[in-house]
């Protein structure tokens, strides 16, 4: 909204500059017109032209038409270059005045003049020109915001990041304190990846308009645009302490300790799935059957070789057997050294695995999060009960534990699940059943929402089976 209002006055300038309603006014620009004909004129004079007067006044009458008349969009440039060349003009003269002119070249007046020059091509949509004269008469302006603003917008609209950038720090430097402007000098900063810069200008404009929202909740959508949510959580608990009630700022905080939580959980996955390839419980268990079955084949091969010397009239029958035993004996010894290989491979890994002394403090911090959303999430509910993305979240937390502790429980083995899965089971049940008030909720605030219709269906199936 503020880039459309600063817009409307750049077109109301430009509008007022080109009115020509007033038959008084008719009358000054052709006498503005006449002296710049007769300026010329004397400007094309041997005589004349080695006058750094006659330039000025020529440049002085491009100026008023431009100033007052609006009929010429190159009237300020034409008085611009009239005045270089006196310039020029009176220091090959010996340079007496070339002081008052060059007063003439830093003027207000002419810095004026290309701002209603820019304002003429802004409100005719030919941007280039426009930052151009903009631009200009910000330099010659050098104090003064208005010029350095516009140039700002038409250089961010153009793409021009650098130079906006540049001009609206000119903006500030000149005592420019409009809100907007800080926004959009973030997000040019932003679109470069510029994420500290972004911040740091935000909180510039934050601390001088201590009651615009609007700038406090863009430096949290930076810090999580750059992956910084530790920023934007210290922010936002921060703006929870100064307004306690505000729901939004709170919904925020309780989604940013969520996605920590659920971010740290991921992490803790990861690791246990690392873990579980490490682990060795299953080969051991094969391990041991197979050294089992290793001292049968071993007995064996011993009682056979025992019956060999008593026996003599059955040998061949008895070699071919403990041939065929040793055999298979060799075959699981093989065996075994392969599993004993694996396992030890496994144990190695495990031991190499560093991650794995994190796993405590994570699920410690994982825990930690999950009750500060919930605990937030509860505080905005009391400040906004029909807040639809809270109650959303809470039953999605709620839904989304069950669904862990049933996965428990379905990993169980038959043995295991008889001692301990029934009161494992019964506890995801509650915990289905404590999601569904806020899926109700969030049906009752949008009743064709799929998303929610969808789940709530879902959910009343399981709840359906744990009867």
Known sequence: MKKLILASIVGLTALN??????????????????????????????????????WVKLGDAYLDLGLSCGTDSTATQKAYDSYLKALEVEKAAGGKKAKEIEDILKSKRLGDGFLQQGAAYYNSKNLVMASKYFGQSSKINDKDSTAALYAGIVDQSLGNNTAAIQSFKTYFANGGKDPAVFYSMAQIYKIEKKFPEAVEILKKGAEMHPGDKDLKNE???????????ESAIADLEKMVVIDPKNSVNLSNLGLLYDSKAQDINNDIQKIKEQLAKSNTSDLETKLASEK????????????????LKKEPKTAAATKK???????????????????????????????????????????????????????????ALEVDPNNYDVNFNMAVMYFNEAVEIKRAV??????????EGKAIETKACEQFKTSKPYFDKCKSLKPDDDLVLENLKNLERILEQCK
């Open 17 to 54: 500059a080109s009115a020509q309603a007033d038959p008084m006014k008719e009358l000054m620009c052709k006498g503005y017109t006449e002296a710049i004909e007769k300026g010329i004129k004397n400007t094309q004079n041997p005589k004349q032209n080695l006058k750094s007067a006659t």
């Open 219 to 229: 430096i949290i959508n930076t810090y999580l645009a750059s992956n910084n949510i």
């Open 292 to 307: 089992d079955k290793l001292s049968i084949y071993e007995g064996e091969i011993a009682t056979l070789t025992a019956k």
């Open 321 to 379: 057997r403990i041939a065929e035993v040793t055999s298979q004996k060799v075959s699981i010894e093989e065996g075994i050294a392969k599993i004993s290989s694996e396992i030890a491979a496994k144990k190695a890994n495990q031991s190499g695995n560093s991650e794995v002394a994190k796993l405590p403090e994570l699920e410690a911090k994982f825990k930690l999060n999950k009750e500060k959303a919930y605990s937030t999430y509860k505080k």
């Open 410 to 419: 379905d990993a169980m083995d038959m043995k295991t699940f008889q001692a």
